[in-house]
């Protein structure tokens, strides 16, 4: 074993550029490929914790009757004084925060300019709206007895042309289907770098929200923030909350989880397509030399190696290839995902209904990912060489004696 | 006692629909001990005689014995068992493994034959120091001239003290002192150990060394 692997090793020296080379293309691709799992694990994470942290919480409390979908601001699709179910729940321990929230449709309108929006009534004071009232850019956060004021996100201010202190037009539906329309003023911006909420979410405190659709003593949610995602289960079943549902994250995120199936084919494939052309580079150096050192093997052969041996000597080349090309490629991909850790990857304003993604992606390299794509790399690479090293195995040897130079 | 024997060998080579005969029913006994010398021209099948004896190869028909056990129907891998515990060889190119040095090149067949470290040791010294190149021990091949190249591997061939070394024009690239030398040191060994050695050659001063001279022409033996 010691012998084969000298003689591996120091047979790869020969050539040391081509060794390198090959080495390289294999450190080239596991480097991308880790880079690839990061930032796909990366922007799902952001995504979910987004979603949880900006829209879904981890737990809702909904009436049986109500529809996300919908928006219906009958009371019977309510909850009905919110405030006596989170004074229970944040009682609980791995409960950050829980606090009811009203959802209403429609309309704000300044100077010629409307948009659709989604107004929610918000008890300021509450934690689960830090997000929020650390992303505020300009003005003031709401208090619960702001009776005019209006939070906005920094998208609409702009197609509005809006700043803080201007006056806006807004209309809502309220819970007997008529329209009621009042003027606010702009307290602050917010921005929580997560276009697509931002660009359709203004903020009111609660009671005047509920005074504005006419829903009074009643919300469409109350919203759970629990210390963990795990903890999830546990809380549910804990909470008392009879006459309503209780909705938690993954129930109200499948979107987002289907997208991170999704995105993980997709990103197999992608490894699958990268770690073939590696391989195809190992094979071929490995091919050449076989070719090379015919009369070579011709000789081992002649003084009683037998074929198993010889093919154990280009497997071990292939082997020391791979983990040469494993170690730089490790190295590599841990500095890219730590440059983009540091700076992070821009993409822009992106975001689909359901599922907010912030405009920055920030790797996420787990160890299981490292692993995985360590261990696929070196099974491929060693499978790439079992074809040059067959060929070595099945080299006749007066063949191979007379074959070389 | 015989260490080879060949019955009625043949070796057809095909290429193609072209078919030709290497060597055409050859009976020959090789005893222990010998130093014996195949001679003829080019394409007479003194190659393809050792190659057939050295279980590289295979016979077309007939049979080849060595140390009475019957190898012409062996598969790749029990020729190989058979090469690696009772032949060794001595080639016309100086074949050594260039990535090797010359005391790893002389224990290789030690290693194949799972010989254990200190005896490794002991006998890969003892015959660097009998081929005269223990100063050359660390020496990678192309560290070396041809003459001490052909003398480590005769050290190799020698290293697991084989029934049979088969020697194929051992001298051929090399100017005459050397070759005198090699000679020699195949003489000595032959007269010191008892081992066997089958050459094949067309220098006559490398016959004149051989205690027997086989003749062969068109895959015959004309003269024993």
Known sequence: MTQLFRMAFRDLLRNRRRSFLSSLALAIGVALLMLMFAFVNGEMTGAMNSTIRLQSGHLQIRAETYDENKSSLKWSDLVENPDQIVQKISSLPPVIAATP???????????????????????????????????????QFLTLDDRDGILIGQPLAKKLDLKTGDSINVSVNTSNGDVSEQSFIVRGIYSTQTYGFDRVSVFMALPKAQTIS????????????????????????????????????????DLIIQTENFANSYINMFAFIILAITATV?????????????????????????????????????SLLTIGGLVMGIIMGLLMVAWFNGHGFYIGNMGISGMLIQDTIYPNLTLTDTIRVSVISFVISLLAGMYPAVIAARMEPVEALHGGK | ??????????????????????????????ENGEFTSLVGPSGSGKTTLLQLIGCLDQPTTGKIFINGKDVSTLNKSARADIRRGTIGFIFQFFALIPTLNAYENIEMPLLLNGVKPDERRKTVTLLLEEVGLSDRANNRPDQMSGGQQQRVAIARAFATHPSIILADEPTANLDTANGEQVMELMTRLNKESGVTFVFATHDP????????????????????
């Open chain 1, 101 to 139: 929230r009203l959802f209403v449709s429609g309309i704000i309108a300044s100077k010629d300019i409307t948009a659709g929006v989604r107004v929610i009534g918000i008890d300021p004071t509450s934690k689960a709206n830090e997000p929020y009232r650390l992303g505020l850019l300009e003005g």
């Open chain 1, 214 to 253: 006419g829903t009074e003593n009643h919300a469409s949610i109350i919203f759970i923030l629990l210390n963990d995602n795990a903890q999830t289960d546990s809380v549910k079943n804990a909470i008392q909350a009879p006459g309503y549902k209780i909705v938690t994250w993954t129930e109200m995120n």
């Open chain 1, 282 to 318: 190992i094979t071929n150096t490995l091919i050449m030399a076989v070719f090379e050192r015919t009369r070579e093997i011709g000789i081992l052969s002649a003084i009683g190696m037998k074929a198993s041996r010889i093919m154990g000597m280009f497997l071990m080349e292939s």
């Open chain 2, 1 to 30: 006692m015989e260490v080879a024997k060949i019955e009625n060998v043949t070796r057809v080579y095909k290429n193609g629909k072209i078919e030709t005969n290497a060597l055409s029913g050859v009976n020959l006994t090789i």
């Open chain 2, 205 to 224: 001063r490398v016959i004149k060394y051989a205690r027997r001279v086989i003749t062969l022409r068109d895959g015959l033996i004309v003269d024993d």
